[in-house]
């Protein structure tokens, strides 16, 4: 079985650009869930996407956003991008059905504004 | 909301040592506890998780301890060796659909 499948893995992008993140979920798997990892921030939750619907948001400005298609693939769109968006960007979807029993990650888009 | 105090932030062993990395919460809701393992440059694995209906669960070199009086939880690691050098993340969920809140890290460092 395929797990939690991240593109690119890596992303250089001018301050001020769109940058787009793309996560698979682990087949069968509905949810998907984004973080962004900042150095010695830890995870910080960014967005949960369930059935094609932003179900739950972070404390993260409207500049982060996204979106989930059909296949339950999700994109991540960070727009105006700032200096300090430079981080590891994690996608992740449930071992079952909801967050609260534990995450399967992808290997993470690094993500570095310049 | 949550809040999940991590400590140490950094933790350096010999190799053969025991670790302990201690997680507070604020929530006494939360009922679900996971541990996560980063190795450099790979993604967060979950490595061993505990119910709040439980006091302790062990998986070979690893347990888990959880205090929901005192609203504290530990992850313990004996006989460590080099390849359990890592960040370790733990976590606080309501369980179900509730995000959890993750603490800061623990950098492990096993010295040979």
């Known amino acids: 079985e395929a797990g939690v499948t991240q593109s690119p893995t890596h992303l250089i992008k001018t301050r001020g650009q769109q940058a787009t993140l793309r996560c698979s979920p682990i087949s069968g798997h509905t949810s998907v869930y984004w973080y962004q990892q900042a150095l010695g921030l830890g995870l910080q939750f960014l967005l949960w996407?369930?059935?094609?619907?932003?179900?739950n948001r972070g404390n993260f400005p409207p500049r982060f956003s996204g979106r989930q298609f059909p296949n339950y693939s999700s994109e991540l769109n960070v727009n105006a991008l700032e200096l300090e968006d430079s981080a590891l960007y994690l996608c992740?979807?449930?071992?079952?059905?909801?967050?609260?029993?534990?995450?399967?990650f992808g290997s993470g888009t690094r993500l570095t504004v310049v | 909301g949550e809040n999940v105090e991590q400590h140490p932030s950094t933790l350096s062993v010999q190799e053969g040592d025991s670790a302990v990395i201690k997680c507070t919460y604020s929530?006494?809701?939360?009922?679900?506890f996971p541990w996560y393992k980063q190795e450099l440059g790979k993604r967060p694995q979950l490595i061993i998780d505990?119910?709040?209906?439980?006091g302790e669960k062990k998986d070979q070199r690893i347990a888990v301890t959880l205090n929901k009086t005192a609203k504290h939880f530990s992850l313990h690691i004996t006989e460590t060796q080099p390849e359990d050098s890592a960040v370790y993340f733990c976590a606080a969920s309501k369980g179900g659909s509730y995000i959890p809140t993750f603490g800061r890290g623990t950098s492990l460092i096993v010295h040979p």
């Open positions: 929530d006494s809701a939360s009922n679900y």
């Open positions: 992740a979807s449930s071992l079952e059905r909801g967050a609260g029993y534990g995450y399967t």
């Open positions: 505990i119910r709040s209906n439980v």
């Open positions: 996407y369930d059935e094609g619907e932003e179900r």
